[in-house]
């Protein structure tokens, strides 16, 4: 079970940090990910991290403001979005897939455990 929360209303410029907090205890077996979806689009990869943290890929729509991150102790992975445009609105979900050689993945297609969701909203 996947849980997003850290999700709000800011303005354009702001940060935010979402968390992804997962019920597992091996969540360094787990590829995570945050994927985001406006209304009306596809929902669409933004990052995701091996399950040591060793490895990350991010989005090019994203790259240089958003950092993702886990603390395996915690069983939990972080996305600090900094610089938040208009455009970076949208529900943020958190995906999980047990990959034990920590491949990195960018289909939805290819998360096995996913989030309710958490709304970022950022007004101009």
């Known amino acids: 079970q996947l849980v997003e929360s850290g999700g709000g209303l800011v303005q354009a410029g702001g940060s935010l940090r979402l968390s992804c907090a997962a019920s597992r205890r091996t969540s360094a077996m787990y590829t995570t990910a945050w994927f985001r979806q406006a209304p009306g689009k596809e929902r669409e990869f933004v990052a995701t991290?091996?399950?040591?943290?060793?490895?990350?890929y991010y989005a090019d729509s994203v790259k240089g403001r958003f950092t993702i991150s886990r603390d395996n102790g915690k069983n939990t992975v972080y996305l600090q979005m900094n610089s938040l445009k208009p455009e970076d609105t949208a529900v943020y979900y958190c995906?999980?897939?047990?990959?034990?050689?920590?491949?990195?993945?960018?289909?939805?297609?290819?998360?096995?455990?996913w989030g309710q969701g958490t709304q970022v909203t950022v007004s101009s």
């Open positions: 991290i091996s399950g040591t943290g060793t490895n990350t």
């Open positions: 995906a999980a897939k047990f990959s034990p050689n920590g491949s990195l993945y960018r289909m939805t297609s290819d998360y096995d455990y």
